[in-house]
C-alpha cells in the first residue's frame, strides 16, 4: 500500500499558522484630521500591545489616543499617532518601517549589539557617583560607546555599552570582566550600601529601557524614600478598582502627557504579570487620561488592598522614573578615551548631581544628554552652569532646557511683587545671554 507525502500538507498548515499568527497592520492618513491612524488586528497574544508600543516609541511617534481590545482569541489595537512636531506622518520611510515593524513582531528579536559588552548597575544615588564609575571604567581602558541611567527615590540604574580600548572589542576576558565589577561593586557601595548594590554583566539584549523599568523594579525603588529634594518630581494620580460584573480591575492614570508615557506603564503592567484587555488612552493638549482593564496572567482580578497599593505606587515609580528633573544640557564634541570621565569630574567638582544621562557615540563624536541638579536637589545656579560650559568648551556643551523655577519667574513677571520680579527677570535674561540661549536681554 502506497504511502502518502505529508510534506506538502505540514507545509500549506505551516504557512496557515504564520499567516494567522502575523498581525495584519492597515494605516490610514485620511480618516483623522490631525493624527495617523494605525491599526493592528492579530490572534491573540498577551505581549503584542507592549511590542506595538514598544516599535511605535522607538520611532519617536506621539501616542495622542488608543484603544485596545482583546477579547476571545483575537487583539484589535488602534492608536492616533503623530510625530514629534504633532504633524501626521507623510513620510514614506517611517510608513513602510512601521508596516514591516508592526507585521513581525511576532517574530522578531531584540536586535544584537556586536563588538560591546553590556554592563549593569544599581545602587544608592549620590552626588559623583557617576563621575566615580566613568573614572574607573576610563582607568581600565574601557571606551564607553552607549549608556542610559535613570534615577529616582534615591537609586540608581546604570546599562553601559562598552568596547576594550586597545582591540576595539568588546570584553570578554573573564580576569577583566571581574576587575571591573569589583572596583564598580566597592565605588556604588559607598560606606552605606554593602547589600543592594549590584553589578553584572549581560549576555541576553533586552530593550534598554525595558529592561532598566526591570532593574528598578526588581532594586524596589517604588518603596524608598528620596534623600534629596523632589519637590520638583512629577507625580500623576493612579487609581485602582475592581469591576466585579467582569472580573476586571480598572486602573485610572491622569496626569501630565509626554513622550513615552504609554511605554512606561504598559511595560510595568506586562513586567508585573499582569494581562491589558482594553484600554482606552486619551490626550488633550498637555494632559493624558489612561484606563486599563487588567487581570492576573492566571486571569483573576487585583484581589486586595495591598495589592492595589503596590500598583498604584509602581506605576507612578515607572512614570516618575523617566520624568526628567534640572537643567539639560547637551554635549557634541569629538570622542577621545576618558572624554566622559572628564566631564563628569567636572560636574562633580561644582558639586552638580546628573539625575538623568543617555549617552551614544557616532562616527566619532559623541553626543550625550544630561539632566543636572545641585547637590540638594534643587536647580543649579546659572553662574555655576555657565562655569562649567566654559571648562568644558561653550560651543560643546549647550543648555537646552530651564529649571521650572526660572521659567516660573518669566511667568510670574509683571504680578505681586513686580519691581523684583522685573529685577530677576531682568538677571535671568542676562544669564540666559551668556549662556547662548538667547540673543539680547535688553
Not at 502518502?4 to 505540514?10: A, T, V
Not at 508615557?261 to 482594553?278: A, G, K, P, R, S
Not at 482593564?293 to 497599593?309: C, M, N, V
Request: glycine content about 6%.
Amino acid at each position: 500500500m502506497m504511502q502518502m507525502d505529508r510534506r506538502p500538507f505540514l507545509e500549506e498548515y505551516e504557512k496557515l499558522v504564520v499567516r494567522m499568527n502575523t498581525p495584519r497592520v492597515m494605516i490610514d492618513n485620511a480618516g483623522c484630521v490631525d493624527a495617523t491612524r494605525i491599526m493592528i488586528d492579530s490572534a491573540r497574544n498577551d505581549g503584542i500591545l507592549l511590542e506595538a508600543v514598544q516599535v511605535l516609541t522607538d520611532l519617536n511617534l506621539s501616542i495622542k489616543k488608543g484603544y485596545v481590545s482583546s477579547d476571545g482569541r483575537w487583539n484589535m489595537d488602534v492608536f492616533h499617532v503623530t510625530n514629534l512636531d504633532g504633524n501626521k506622518l507623510t513620510d514614506e520611510s517611517i510608513i513602510n518601517c512601521i508596516q514591516q515593524s508592526l507585521g513581525t513582531i511576532h517574530r522578531t528579536k531584540s536586535k544584537s549589539i556586536d563588538g560591546m559588552t553590556a554592563l549593569e548597575l544599581t545602587g544608592t544615588d549620590r552626588v559623583g557617583l557617576l563621575s566615580e564609575v566613568f573614572a574607573v571604567l576610563s582607568d581600565l581602558n574601557c571606551d564607553i560607546i552607549e549608556s542610559k541611567v535613570w534615577t529616582h527615590n534615591g537609586r540608581i540604574a546604570a546599562i553601559i555599552h562598552l568596547k576594550d580600548c586597545d582591540s576595539g572589542s568588546s570584553i570578554e576576558e573573564p580576569q577583566k570582566i571581574n576587575r571591573i565589577e569589583a572596583r564598580l561593586r566597592n565605588v556604588l557601595k559607598g560606606d552605606n550600601d554593602i547589600r543592594s548594590a549590584k553589578t553584572s554583566f549581560s549576555i541576553a539584549v533586552t530593550h534598554t529601557e525595558r529592561r532598566l523599568h526591570q532593574m528598578m523594579f526588581a532594586d524596589r525603588d517604588y518603596d524608598r524614600t528620596p534623600i534629596i529634594n523632589t519637590s520638583g518630581r512629577y507625580s500623576p494620580m493612579v487609581t485602582v478598582q475592581n469591576c466585579s460584573e467582569k472580573e476586571y480591575s480598572v486602573v485610572n492614570i491622569q496626569g501630565k502627557d509626554r513622550p513615552k508615557l504609554l511605554f512606561d506603564v504598559v511595560c510595568t503592567l506586562t513586567d508585573m504579570q499582569y494581562v491589558v484587555f482594553h484600554a482606552t488612552i486619551n490626550t488633550r493638549e498637555d494632559d493624558a487620561y489612561l484606563e486599563f482593564f487588567i487581570r492576573h496572567i492566571d486571569g483573576s482580578p487585583i484581589s486586595s488592598e495591598a495589592e492595589k497599593q503596590r500598583v498604584i505606587m509602581c506605576l507612578r515609580s515607572a512614570i516618575e522614573r523617566r520624568a526628567p528633573e534640572g537643567v539639560r544640557l547637551e554635549l557634541c564634541k569629538t570622542d577621545k578615551p576618558g572624554l566622559l570621565a572628564e566631564v563628569m569630574r567636572t560636574f562633580r567638582e561644582n558639586a552638580i548631581n546628573v539625575t538623568q544621562c543617555e549617552i551614544s557615540t557616532t562616527m566619532g563624536v559623541a553626543n550625550n544628554i544630561f539632566y543636572v541638579t545641585d547637590g540638594s536637589g534643587n536647580s543649579v545656579d546659572l553662574k555655576v552652569i555657565d562655569f562649567v560650559r566654559e571648562r568644558i568648551g561653550l560651543s560643546c556643551l549647550r543648555v537646552k532646557e530651564l529649571p521650572l523655577m526660572l521659567k516660573k519667574i518669566e511667568r510670574d513677571e509683571g504680578g505681586i511683587g513686580g519691581a523684583v520680579l522685573v529685577s530677576l527677570g531682568s538677571l535671568l535674561r542676562r544669564n540666559l545671554y551668556n549662556l547662548g540661549l538667547i540673543k539680547s536681554y535688553s
